[in-house]
């Protein structure tokens, strides 16, 4: 998962595209970039690492324009470490075009393959935005017959990449001198939000102000009036002019978001379809304390303390529904990243004890029940068993606020391997013993998508991490043992 911004406005961007890249960090730190459009001219600075080292007085004063987009990412395919991978991407035909994509593309052997035999296009790097990318310029480019370009024209081009595409994409892309388009995959996987700044609300400007971004918090923050989500198969396509232009590309678009951007990736204080992610956080946590009551017994939890701080809800809920004590036992360096989303296992052992310190006095001799919001590898769960072992506690009792992670997944997140997950394979006390916890407690699917779903109009989630059913319908086991080998080699 990354986390992505594209804006439009009456005045120089630069500045509001950083300060929404800041509120994105948590959804990447391998790398970020800017690109500003200044009439036609694109300036781009992309850097490694997080945003608040990447960008220099000089770098802003370098970002022109009053459109630009921004990218904060962490790898799901392609190199980490290499910079050629760093968006945004960049293709000079037709026009100009620079896109930042969210999402993972699940047919990039068959894209490979057509746009090199057919399209003639050279891809420079192993990146599927890059795919994306030169999907779209080529489409658009076949839209052509003279040098205009209406937003028909960049509708239609929308449609054959969605015919083309196969995986989630919540892409926004800058088109030179002629404005910014985004759009989302048909399942609406991956988020994306539309916010405005009217013209009634800026003195001396005769256009609306327009965001797009992947989560709502940026809108917000920003001043920016949430308008709605950008909705599964939707193109929007705001022109020089500043006028926002909307049509559906997609045949039978259905909106299926994943679930662990409610139950992980996305900001408490953001909302995704409708829903609230900080209070789909409590439901899981009620639910997940009816799941306790039914397998713990009274005087087996003294205590109940979360993983800060996604975890924080779920924990302070079931803590409250069962009328167990609550308490901050962990406590967390903030500036050291986060374990999930930092590459390699050595890297993640050393870091979860930069990250977090355990409090003596509320582990000492109590029996302690830890909530977290999930368990991918169990590494990072093992450890913060032996930390609390090692201040004091009598017992250790875990639980997750999400059911156990079996299966690979393909649409955006780093789960790409099943000898990674700790819970292939293997039943609820195996994992127990694995993490070295005295017992251990899942929330169960049905309470996990009852709990995110409940009053909102979202009929279906994106599951398959947790139940191996992929909602694209083209994800087959040959694809995740190729993905799997090619991870592995």
């Given at each position: 998962?990354c986390?992505?911004?594209?804006?439009?406005?009456a005045?120089p961007?630069n500045?509001l595209?950083?300060?929404?890249?800041?509120?994105?960090q948590?959804r990447?730190?391998?790398?970020?970039?800017?690109v500003?459009?200044?009439?036609g001219?694109?300036?781009?600075?992309?850097?490694?690492?997080?945003?608040?080292e990447?960008?220099?007085?000089?770098?802003?004063?370098?970002?022109?324009?009053?459109?630009?987009?921004?990218h904060?990412?962490?790898?799901?395919r392609g190199?980490?470490?290499s910079e050629?991978?760093?968006?945004?991407?960049?293709v000079?035909?037709p026009y100009?075009i620079?896109?930042?994509?969210?999402?993972?593309?699940?047919?990039?052997?068959?894209?490979?393959a057509?746009?090199?035999?057919?399209?003639?296009?050279?891809?420079?790097s192993?990146?599927?935005?890059?795919?994306?990318?030169?999907?779209?310029?080529?489409?658009?480019?076949?839209?052509?017959?003279?040098t205009?370009?209406?937003p028909?024209?960049?509708?239609t081009?929308v449609?054959?990449v969605?015919?083309?595409?196969?995986?989630?994409?919540?892409a926004?892309?800058?088109?030179?001198g002629?404005?910014?388009l985004?759009?989302?995959?048909?399942?609406?996987?991956?988020?994306?939000?539309l916010?405005?700044r009217?013209?009634?609300?800026l003195?001396?400007?005769?256009?609306?102000?327009?965001m797009?971004?992947?989560?709502?918090?940026?809108?917000?923050?920003?001043?920016y009036?949430?308008v709605?989500d950008?909705?599964?198969?939707?193109a929007?396509?705001?022109?020089?002019?500043?006028?926002l232009?909307?049509?559906q590309c997609?045949?039978?678009p259905?909106?299926?978001?994943?679930s662990?951007?409610?139950?992980?990736?996305?900001?408490?204080?953001s909302?995704?379809?409708?829903?609230?992610?900080?209070?789909?956080r409590?439901?899981?946590?009620?639910?997940?304390?009816?799941t306790?009551a039914?397998?713990?017994?009274?005087?087996?939890?003294d205590?109940?303390?979360?993983?800060?701080d996604?975890?924080r809800p779920?924990?302070?809920?079931l803590?409250?529904?069962?009328?167990?004590t609550y308490?901050?036992?962990?406590?967390?360096n903030?500036y050291?990243?986060?374990?999930?989303?930092?590459?390699g296992?050595a890297?993640r052992?050393?870091?979860?004890?930069?990250k977090?310190?355990?409090?003596?006095?509320?582990?000492?001799?109590?029996?302690?029940?830890?909530?977290?919001d999930?368990i991918v590898?169990?590494?990072?769960?093992a450890?913060?068993?032996?930390?609390?072992?090692n201040?004091?506690?009598?017992?250790?009792?875990?639980?997750?606020?999400?059911?156990?992670?079996?299966?690979?997944?393909?649409?955006?997140i780093?789960?790409?391997?099943r000898?990674e997950?700790?819970?292939?394979?293997?039943?609820?006390?195996?994992i127990?013993?694995?993490?070295?916890a005295?017992?251990?407690?899942?929330?169960?699917?049905?309470d996990m998508?009852?709990a995110?779903?409940e009053?909102s109009?979202?009929?279906g989630?994106?599951?398959?991490?947790?139940t191996?059913?992929?909602?694209?319908g083209?994800?087959?086991?040959?694809?995740?043992e190729w993905?799997?080998?090619n991870?592995?080699?």
């Open positions: 998962m986390g992505i911004v594209g804006v439009s406005a005045s961007v500045q595209v950083y300060d929404s890249l800041l509120l994105l948590h990447g730190q391998d790398s970020t970039g800017i500003t459009d200044d009439g001219s694109f300036h781009s600075v992309k850097a490694r690492g997080q945003v608040r990447a960008y220099r007085t000089r770098d802003m004063r370098s970002l022109l324009g009053n459109t630009g987009l921004g904060v990412r962490y790898a799901t190199s980490a470490a050629q991978e760093t968006q945004p991407f960049y000079n035909a100009g620079v896109l930042v994509h969210n999402g993972n593309l699940t047919n990039t052997r068959e894209l490979n057509d746009l090199y035999n057919i399209d003639r296009r050279h891809l420079n192993d990146s599927d935005t890059e795919l994306l990318l030169n999907v779209l310029a080529n489409e658009l480019q076949a839209q052509l017959s003279g205009e370009l209406d028909d024209q960049v509708f081009a449609r054959r969605h015919e083309r595409v196969e995986g989630s994409y919540a926004i892309a800058l088109i030179a002629r404005g910014l985004a759009f989302r995959d048909p399942f609406g996987i991956r988020p994306l939000t916010g405005r009217s013209s009634d609300q003195p001396g400007v005769s256009r609306d102000e327009w797009i971004a992947s989560e709502s918090l940026v809108l917000e923050s920003n001043g009036e949430y709605r950008i909705a599964p198969g939707e929007a396509f705001i022109d020089v002019e500043g006028t232009h909307l049509e997609a045949v039978a259905r909106l299926v978001p994943c662990f951007e409610y139950v992980y990736l996305a900001r408490p204080d909302t995704m379809s409708g829903i609230s992610v900080y209070d789909a409590l439901r899981l946590g009620a639910r997940l304390a009816d306790v039914r397998y713990a017994t009274d005087g087996d939890i205590v109940v303390m979360p993983i800060p996604s975890a779920s924990a302070m809920q803590a409250q529904k069962l009328g167990i308490r901050e036992g962990f406590y967390k903030r050291v990243g986060r374990t999930f989303i930092m590459p296992q890297v052992k050393r870091s979860v004890r930069q977090l310190n355990a409090l003596g006095t509320e582990f000492r001799g109590k029996n302690v029940l830890i909530v977290d999930s590898r169990g590494t990072t769960s450890q913060i068993v032996d930390m609390a072992r201040a004091g506690a009598n017992k250790v009792l875990f639980a997750s606020a999400a059911p156990p992670v079996r299966h690979p997944h393909v649409y955006g780093n789960m790409p391997t000898r997950l700790v819970a292939a394979g293997r039943r609820i006390p195996e127990a013993r694995e993490i070295g005295d017992a251990l407690l899942y929330q169960e699917v049905a998508e009852a995110i779903l009053g109009d979202v009929d989630l994106e599951m398959s991490c947790f191996g059913d992929y909602v694209t083209t994800v087959t086991p040959e694809y995740l993905v799997e080998a991870q592995l080699s």
